[in-house]
């Protein structure tokens, strides 16, 4: 046990101290100079029939020009599976649905697995997928609706009801994901509102240059393995201005085939989900990443950082600023025996983790849990106010710096939601 917890009455000396400490935090950030997204010009619009669409709206963003857009107008298009080829956008007009057809026949890769569940849970290709390309995006006030809640093509039950196939091990479901980012550049996704998806919304794999800007998802909290927005071994990610209620992780960094490096997560406000987590796929690591100006109301879980020695992974350069939480039950959450029966041999390292002016309105557990006295999570704390009557359980770590039970008012208003600042 190693719990190292000093609180400190405002002192000129700690004021100074961390006037020191924010000056050498400018990298930990998205290294772009990101600004409000552009639509592009329109290559083409489309209008809805009420048929399979697939054909046509591919057609159209094969023969678009790069830098403009397929702009989707009016009504509700259906659609099988996307790609969004490099420099093209698809535009979804306010107003405009665009619904991805629950033929799991679509979707499936090759094995015949998709719309069923198995160890993997790897059988179908995404809805919109974005693949070695350079300034291609998703944009509009449109919706994007996964019908993840809908009876799948041949089948009784939904993409999130799918029932355990008994003859095979793991519950693993095969089910696409909304967007796939792989390999790519500059992809901006932007004001555009994704619900419903069968699986993760947005997922990247080794995309640099990335932004996410004033999109909304809208997904119930009892929605399966929904993850809002998973950068995964990605660099130069923004996330800004977004309103993510979901039923998993809100958004998730993850570290499975590359590092996660400099990612801004600024001015989002989270509803239902289960939090803005690092991991537990971290096994390549994460680094350099500030979450800014956030407000979560109704999550299960605020901030998380995740891993195990399954996983292992080095999760360093994290800082919180301008966080206002209320109706959270784990407002913080850094766990490295994340899914206790998962071990291994690898050793996950969580430091230099800093908590500034971080408010919980409503009282909730707390939790940092490393794995030895040798290795503990290393986190400091810097104006910090949670809600008296709140649990503390920590075992492994280092924690230092000033916090106390002294949370008052019962809105985050807008107050975690500070000016956009890089
Ligand atoms: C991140 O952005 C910076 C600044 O634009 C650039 O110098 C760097 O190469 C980018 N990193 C990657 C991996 O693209
Ligand atoms: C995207 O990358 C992930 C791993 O990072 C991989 O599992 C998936 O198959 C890739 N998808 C495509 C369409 O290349
Ligand atoms: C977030 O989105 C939900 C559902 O679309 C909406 O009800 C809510 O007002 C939005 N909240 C903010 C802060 O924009
Ligand atoms: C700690 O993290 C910050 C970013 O939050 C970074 O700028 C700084 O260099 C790191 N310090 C150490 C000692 O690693």
């Known amino acids: 046990m190693s719990l190292k917890m000093y609180r400190y009455s405002s002192s000129w000396f700690i004021n100074v101290l961390f006037g020191l400490l924010l000056l050498q935090k400018g990298s930990a950030r998205d290294l772009r100079t990101v600004t409000e997204p552009k639509t592009p010009q329109i290559c083409t619009t489309l209008k809805a029939t009420s048929g399979d669409e697939s054909k046509t709206i591919q057609k159209a963003l094969?023969?678009?020009?790069?830098?403009?857009?397929?702009?989707?107008?009016?009504?509700?298009?259906?659609?099988?599976?996307?790609?969004?080829?490099?420099?093209?956008?698809?535009?979804?007009?306010?107003?405009?649905?665009?619904?991805?057809?629950?033929?799991?026949?679509?979707?499936?890769?090759?094995?015949?697995?998709?719309?069923?569940?198995?160890?993997?849970?790897?059988?179908?290709?995404?809805?919109?997928?974005?693949?070695?390309?350079?300034?291609?995006?998703?944009?509009?006030?449109?919706?994007?609706?996964?019908?993840?809640?809908?009876?799948?093509?041949?089948?009784?039950?939904?993409?999130?009801?799918?029932?355990?196939?008994?003859?095979?091990?793991?519950?693993?479901r095969n089910a696409p994901r909304l967007i796939q980012i792989n390999d790519s550049m500059d992809i901006t996704l932007y004001q555009i509102t994704l619900k419903n998806s069968p699986l993760y919304h947005v997922a990247t794999s080794k995309t640099y240059g990335f932004t996410v800007w004033g999109i909304t998802i809208d997904t119930p909290s009892s929605a399966p393995n929904t993850d809002g927005v998973d950068p995964m071994g990605s660099q130069n990610v923004t996330i800004a201005y977004c309103n993510i209620?979901?039923?998993?992780?809100?958004?998730?960094?993850?570290?499975?085939?590359?590092?996660?490096?400099?990612?801004?997560?600024?001015?989002?406000?989270?509803?239902?989900?289960?939090?803005?987590?690092?991991?537990?796929?971290?096994?390549?690591?994460?680094?350099?990443?500030?979450?800014?100006?956030?407000?979560?109301?109704?999550?299960?879980?605020?901030?998380?950082i995740k891993s195990n020695?399954?996983?292992?992974?080095?999760?360093?350069?994290?800082?919180?600023?301008?966080?206002?939480?209320?109706?959270?039950?784990?407002?913080?959450?850094?766990?490295?025996?994340y899914g206790r029966t998962v071990t291994g041999n690898l050793t996950p390292e969580f430091r230099n983790i800093t908590f500034t002016n971080v408010k919980v309105l409503t009282d909730g557990t707390f939790t940092f849990d490393g794995l030895s006295d040798s290795r503990p999570i290393k986190a400091s704390f810097n104006d910090v106010h949670i809600k008296k009557g709140s649990k503390w359980v920590s075992k492994h770590a280092t924690l230092s710096g000033k916090w106390a039970e002294d949370a008052t008012g019962s809105v985050c208003g807008n107050s975690g939601n500070k000016q956009f600042q890089q």
């Open 62 to 172: 094969n023969s678009c020009a790069k830098g403009k857009a397929v702009e989707l107008s009016f009504g509700t298009f259906y659609s099988g599976p996307l790609s969004i080829p490099s420099g093209v956008s698809l535009l979804v007009a306010s107003g405009t649905i665009l619904k991805a057809l629950p033929d799991p026949s679509l979707y499936d890769l090759g094995a015949k697995t998709c719309g069923t569940q198995d160890q993997y849970g790897v059988g179908c290709r995404a809805f919109i997928t974005i693949h070695g390309a350079t300034g291609s995006g998703v944009y509009g006030k449109g919706t994007i609706d996964g019908q993840g809640g809908v009876t799948m093509t041949g089948k009784s039950e939904a993409w999130w009801k799918m029932p355990a196939n008994t003859n095979i091990k793991g519950g693993a």
């Open 245 to 304: 209620s979901t039923g998993d992780d809100n958004v998730a960094i993850k570290a499975i085939t590359a590092p996660s490096e400099h990612i801004s997560v600024v001015n989002n406000h989270f509803g239902s989900g289960h939090g803005m987590s690092i991991g537990s796929e971290i096994t390549y690591g994460a680094n350099d990443v500030t979450v800014s100006g956030l407000t979560l109301d109704g999550a299960t879980n605020g901030l998380r």
């Open 309 to 337: 020695t399954f996983r292992g992974g080095l999760v360093t350069g994290v800082s919180y600023t301008n966080v206002c939480m209320r109706n959270v039950k784990n407002p913080i959450v850094m766990d490295m025996e």
